[in-house]
């Protein structure tokens, strides 16, 4: 079984500043698989990335997906009020899910 | 646009089934050829997938769950259902149903519910 870890726990920004979160699987993994998604406080998950690197339907330009094999990131480039929330990896491999247990960027 | 909303008991007594229905509005549970899913969000164990029906009624759980879990649809009603029977404090969770994408999205889920909390206790 994969298993998705994300790193940091929790990242302390500003706004306007640069961040990368980190997702790391256990095994070399599909980059077509892997997706990213944000959540805020009472909200349910929400699509962001896909397929490793692209963006969900409405997704703004400064969110960016990379990686493969077994290390992917989402990069945001300028981090605006309404990015500080959760963000998880997740995996679909062999009929299955996995998910990192995320990141929460908080504002500094 | 589709949309999915959760309800259900918020409480649940041990040993129980935890019975939860997902309604689907903005288009046909029927079109699409999509997975409609079951996953659920523990505080301390983050977020774990419970299951999967096709409208066509072919279904998969999660082999942690499964014997415990029947994932149902009726497409007149556009809704599709959990139950979680035997269930104990270890349930207690934030349920959420999503659509699973194609594989063109790599099966990503898209949209999700807005969830609802399901608390297991006397």
């Known amino acids: 079984e994969v298993v998705l870890t994300q790193s940091p726990g929790t990242l302390s920004l500003s706004p306007g500043e640069r961040v990368t979160l980190s997702c790391r699987a256990s095994q070399t993994i599909s980059s077509k698989y892997l997706a990213w998604y944000q959540q805020k406080p009472g909200q349910a998950p929400r699509l962001f990335i896909y397929g490793a690197s692209s963006r969900a339907t409405g997704i703004p330009d400064r969110f960016s997906g990379s990686g493969s094999g077994t290390d992917f990131s989402l990069t945001i480039t300028r981090l605006e009020p309404e990015d500080f929330a959760m963000y998880f990896c997740?995996?679909?491999?062999?009929?299955?899910?996995?998910f990192g247990q995320g990141t929460k960027l908080e504002i500094k | 646009q589709v949309q999915l909303q959760e309800s259900g008991p918020g409480l649940v007594k041990p040993l129980q089934t935890l019975s939860l229905t997902c309604t689907v509005s903005?288009?046909?549970?029927?079109?699409?050829?999509?997975?409609w899913y079951w996953i659920r969000q523990h505080p301390a164990k983050g977020l774990e997938w419970i299951g999967y029906i096709h409208h066509s009624g072919d279904t998969y759980y999660n082999p942690s769950l499964k014997s415990r879990v029947t994932i149902s649809v009726d497409t007149s009603k556009n809704h599709f259902s959990l139950n979680l029977n035997s269930v104990t404090a270890a349930d207690t969770a934030l349920y959420y149903c999503?659509?699973?994408?194609?594989?063109?999205?790599?099966?990503?889920?898209?949209?999700w519910g807005q969830g609802t909390l399901v608390t297991v206790s006397s």
């Open positions: 903005g288009g046909s549970i029927n079109s699409g050829g999509y997975y």
């Open positions: 997740q995996y679909y491999g062999t009929s299955s899910y996995t």
């Open positions: 999503a659509r699973a994408r194609g594989y063109s999205y790599g099966y990503a889920f898209d949209p």
